[in-house]
């Protein structure tokens, strides 16, 4: 018989029986905790078959399994963030067995306690900011006696650079109101812009922002963001959070050996 592998959630200090008790893990496995000296691991059993080496290569292509695991690894990160401070684990981080488990939970319980020091009292919260530049484009005037397709070639080139221009001058003002909230967070950072065509969202994504906020400045960070709105009508802007600290904290294992 084929044993099981032990899925690695998220770490924490401590830990809440009922938490594990409620949630149900990957393809519907039962959560537990793991527990070393004050620090916990939030787990589940998981089949070699989907999760092991081979399986896991081959699985990582099939979207469709990809996405409904994604999904079941955040509901259970974000429902033990909504409980206490934890340290996410980057996505498919299998151990051999719980004792794996363990063995990492003391060696590298010094990182560990350093990132749930960072994200205690602090929440991330996301920042997005859409322009609209499509209507930023140049008169349609000619020059007499311009060849029709010698016009039509400088139009384009006037609407290139106007398009240009306005995007530019964008990206310069999503730079300021990322430095206006930059000053209310303990951390943050600016990811890249998110695919439109994954996304599903209108205009140029101009800031695609990340920021761990104390949780006693969660209302002046978002009356600050009301203020930038207020500054920037031709923004369109979308707060989204609380989340766990996925930009802060999540813990990617880099061990040749794993599990």
Not at 23 to 38: D, K, N, Q
Request: with cysteine; net charge negative; proline share 5%.
């Amino acid at each position: 018989m084929v044993e099981p592998l032990t899925y690695v959630y998220a770490i924490a200090r401590g830990q809440d029986a009922d938490l594990a008790s409620e949630l149900e893990g990957i393809a519907g496995s039962t959560v537990r905790w793991v527990e070393v000296a004050g620090l916990s691991a939030l787990v589940s059993d998981v089949a070699e078959d989907e999760f092991g080496e081979s399986a896991l290569r081959r699985n990582l292509e099939d979207l469709d399994w990809l996405g409904k695991a994604v999904r079941d690894h955040n509901r259970v990160v974000e429902a033990a963030a909504n409980v206490l401070p934890v340290a996410p684990m980057g996505f498919a981080t299998v151990y051999y067995n719980d004792r794996r488990v363990r063995e990492c939970l003391a060696d590298r319980a010094d990182r560990f306690e350093t990132v749930l020091d960072r994200v205690t009292g602090r929440t991330e919260w996301g920042v997005k900011a859409y322009a609209d530049i499509s209507a930023a484009q140049p008169g349609s005037s000619e020059p007499r006696g311009e060849r029709p397709g010698a016009a039509y070639l400088q139009r384009l080139r006037r609407r290139a650079v106007s398009r240009e221009q306005a995007q530019q001058e964008a990206l310069h003002h999503a730079a300021e109101v990322h430095a206006s909230l930059v000053e209310l967070a303990d951390e943050s950072t600016a990811h890249p812009p998110q695919s439109r065509e994954l996304a599903d969202y209108d205009g140029v994504m101009v800031l695609n922002g990340a920021y761990l906020v104390d949780d006693t400045r969660e209302s002046a960070f978002k009356e600050k963001l009301r203020e930038l709105a207020h500054g920037h009508p031709k923004f369109r802007f979308e707060l989204t959070g609380p989340w766990p600290p996925y930009s802060f904290a999540t813990i990617l294992e880099d061990e040749q050996e794993q599990r």
